[in-house]
């Protein structure tokens, strides 16, 4: 490629621009137009400097003058900047599946078989619905000041559990954890779980009877799979280690699948629940 000739892709990312609205953009403003086998340069395009490069790995494609950055049509969008949930979710210690679901929470967005959907709330709010040009999955980008929204900030905090019992949130004055969807935990970690399974829309019940005569309570039991949880937390009384020993064999004499969580897997559990729940049949977005 030409020193000073930058791919769409490439001319996004030195702009510092998500590629779809960039494609996007040159579209509405007519560089551009979508053809079956991808994107072809119009008149205009041509005008304003575009030309086609061909290479074995990508075939034909479009090429910008580096130059072009200094266009009015980017000064333009620099004003009206979109950002993908993970470019958000990178501030707040989040990935963007995570934000998503926070999204989906506000009635925002919601999911779909092709990706993600735009509700009539999350349009209004300046959303923009993408389609992947690889995946054909559908995504959106947001305005920046959607991390201003007071509903948005609200929600963040709730969602943040402290590692401390909070008091007085019973009426019988219980300390303990109570999860987004309202569900009171015995402990800290508990609590992420639940409100894990809670936004990645998985039905679930906590501290549930195993289906036999013998009182053994799992942690977690997701009706629509068969599949319990069970966290294994550190510290815990010789008598509780038993019982759990105890569960795990009668699961698996009742062939019931079984997930394992450690407390070393807490600070990543999006990553872990999301890799080990999948292949036991757990449907979750």
Same mark, same amino acid.
């Given at each position: 490629?030409?020193?000073?000739?930058?791919?769409?892709?490439?001319?996004?990312?030195?702009?510092?621009?998500?590629?779809?609205?960039?494609?996007?953009?040159?579209?509405?403003?007519?560089?551009?137009?979508?053809?079956?086998?991808?994107?072809?340069?119009?008149?205009?395009?041509?005008?304003?400097?575009?030309?086609?490069?061909?290479?074995?790995?990508?075939?034909?494609?479009?090429?910008?003058?580096?130059?072009? #950055?200094?266009?009015?049509?980017?000064?333009?969008?620099?004003?009206?900047?979109? %950002?993908?949930?993970?470019?958000?979710?990178?501030?707040?210690?989040?990935?963007?599946?995570?934000?998503?679901?926070?999204?989906?929470?506000?009635?925002? #967005?919601?999911?779909?078989?092709?990706?993600?959907?735009?509700?009539?709330?999350?349009?209004?709010?300046?959303?923009?619905?993408?389609?992947?040009?690889?995946?054909?999955?559908? &995504?959106?980008?947001?305005?920046?000041?959607?991390?201003?929204?007071?509903?948005?900030?609200? %929600?963040?905090?709730?969602?943040?559990?402290?590692?401390?019992?909070?008091?007085?949130?019973?009426?019988?004055?219980?300390?303990?954890?109570?999860?987004?969807?309202?569900?009171?935990?015995?402990?800290?970690?508990?609590?992420? =779980?639940?409100?894990?399974? &809670?936004?990645?829309?998985?039905? &679930?019940? =906590?501290?549930?009877? #195993?289906?036999?005569?013998?009182?053994?309570?799992?942690?977690? &039991?997701?009706?629509?799979?068969?599949?319990? %949880?069970?966290?294994?937390?550190?510290?815990?009384?010789?008598?509780?280690?038993?019982?759990?020993?105890?569960?795990?064999?009668?699961?698996?004499?009742?062939? =019931?699948?079984?997930?394992?969580?450690?407390?070393?897997?807490?600070?990543?559990?999006?990553?872990?629940?999301?890799?080990? %729940?999948?292949?036991?049949?757990?449907?979750?977005?």
């Amino acid at each position: 490629m030409s020193p000073d000739k930058l791919s769409t892709s490439a001319l996004a990312k030195q702009g510092e621009i998500p590629v779809q609205q960039l494609f996007s953009v040159l579209k509405d403003y007519g560089w551009i137009r979508k053809v079956d086998e991808g994107w072809v340069l119009t008149s205009k395009g041509e005008f304003e400097g575009g030309s086609y490069l061909t290479s074995k790995r990508y075939g034909r494609y479009i090429v910008w003058p580096q130059n072009l #950055l200094d266009h009015q049509l980017f000064k333009a969008m620099e004003s009206n900047k979109l %950002l993908s949930a993970t470019a958000m979710g990178r501030s707040e210690g989040l990935n963007g599946r995570q934000l998503n679901r926070i999204f989906v929470e506000l009635g925002w #967005l919601k999911p779909s078989p092709r990706g993600w959907e735009l509700t009539a709330a999350g349009s209004s709010l300046g959303g923009q619905l993408f389609e992947n040009q690889q995946s054909s999955l559908s &995504y959106v980008l947001w305005p920046e000041d959607i991390r201003g929204r007071d509903a948005f900030v609200r %929600l963040l905090q709730a969602c943040r559990i402290d590692e401390q019992a909070t008091d007085d949130l019973f009426e019988n004055k219980t300390p303990g954890w109570i999860s987004l969807d309202g569900v009171a935990c015995k402990c800290y970690e508990h609590c992420h =779980i639940a409100q894990w399974l &809670y936004l990645a829309g998985v039905r &679930y019940s =906590i501290y549930r009877p #195993l289906p036999v005569d013998e009182l053994q309570v799992s942690d977690f &039991y997701l009706p629509d799979s068969g599949v319990r %949880l069970e966290y294994w937390g550190s510290g815990e009384h010789s008598d509780a280690i038993s019982a759990r020993m105890r569960r795990a064999e009668i699961c698996k004499d009742l062939d =019931i699948a079984v997930l394992d969580i450690h407390p070393e897997d807490i600070a990543t559990l999006d990553d872990y629940l999301s890799r080990h %729940l999948q292949p036991l049949g757990v449907e979750f977005y």
